[in-house]
């Protein structure tokens, strides 16, 4: 099964993901290339096996039943990036980090935003990730990925469909391989400042040293759901290992071991919200898997 690919069986999800919490995905895979992801997407359907896509792990909650199927994650084998002129191209298992420290090196900037978001290009791209005024959309000109049926395509433009942590691949089920973004010339020295002070406000508002995915929910329209639940008085509100974290009440963290306390965290503080404010909290967090093996 998966001959001549990198294919890790039974992985236990909790690993790969930044929340530490997920069972496992019956086969992993690691591709090197886009090619190498089309011969998996394909040997995956010959065999009626569904596949789902994983970046650094930082914005989904893998359930304790784990994942069927094949997982493929863009990780060191997809970690490569290169500067032409104004234009950097990614592949899809750069993280953000990364390609921020290498516009900076390049005197680009556009950037600054993604350098402390800690996932992928392609993950990025998915989510239209943003931080601090800036977003994906700004800056992404062309993906270039596998569609469902294995053929290879290259979408810009208005074919992206950026929105709100939104984007068209959510929709087509695009497989990403490699971005290309085009920045604008500026001080290497400035754009270093800039990322240093925007990972400063970071470190200092957001709980880093516990595992979570970020702001759980998205931000509702005219309102921050940070400040919403706080009002309702759920800093530190808890199910089981599972927490609001006391200090930055947008984000849930996991201080234990069960997908299902967090899971029901989520589902408890978007009913007390909705109860109390009238308003419903969307997830921003993806949930993937099940619930029982
Ligand atoms: C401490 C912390 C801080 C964060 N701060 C921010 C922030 O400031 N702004 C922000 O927007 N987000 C933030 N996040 C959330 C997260 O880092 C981003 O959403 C990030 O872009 C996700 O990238 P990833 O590689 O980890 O994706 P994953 O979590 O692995 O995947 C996310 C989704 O994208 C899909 N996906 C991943 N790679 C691909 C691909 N190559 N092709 C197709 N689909 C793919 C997955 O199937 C999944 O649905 C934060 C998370 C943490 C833990």
């Known amino acids: 099964m998966f001959t001549g690919h990198q294919v890790l069986r039974d992985a236990p999800m909790r690993d790969y993901t930044t929340l530490k919490l997920g069972g496992p995905a019956d086969y992993m895979a690691l591709p090197a290339s ?98 601090y005024g800036g977003e994906m959309s700004q800056v992404v000109r062309e993906v270039t990925g596998v569609m469902p049926d294995g053929s290879i395509r290259t979408l810009a433009g208005e074919e992206l469909g950026f929105g709100y942590r939104r984007s068209a691949m959510q929709e087509n089920g695009m497989i990403v391989t490699s971005v290309v973004f085009e920045l604008t010339e500026g001080d290497p020295e400035s754009i270093r400042a800039r990322m240093t002070e925007l990972n400063r406000r970071r470190a200092e508002s957001q709980p880093l040293d516990v595992p979570s995915a970020g702001s759980t929910f998205k931000r509702p329209e005219g309102a921050y759901a940070a400040a919403l639940i706080d009002q309702c008085g759920l800093k530190g509100y808890a199910v089981g290992g599972a927490r609001v974290s006391p200090k930055h009440v947008g984000f849930l963290v996991n201080t234990g071991e069960s997908a299902k306390d967090f899971l029901d965290l989520m589902l408890a503080v978007q009913r007390i919200v909705e109860e109390r404010t009238g308003i419903r909290l969307e997830p921003e967090v993806r949930i993937i898997g099940e619930t029982e093996a």
């Open 34 to 131: 886009g090619e190498e992801v089309a011969e998996l997407l394909k040997e995956a359907g010959d065999r009626g096996m569904p596949v789902t896509v994983l970046g650094h792990g930082s914005n989904v909650l893998v359930l304790d039943g784990g994942i069927r199927g094949l997982v493929i994650r863009m990780g060191r084998g997809m970690n490569r990036a290169e500067a032409d002129g104004r234009r950097i191209t990614a592949r899809a298992g750069t993280m953000m980090g990364s390609l921020a420290a290498l516009a900076a090196d390049s005197g680009l900037t556009g950037l600054e935003f993604a350098s402390g978001i800690p996932g992928t290009v392609g993950g990025g791209v998915l989510m239209n990730a943003g931080a």
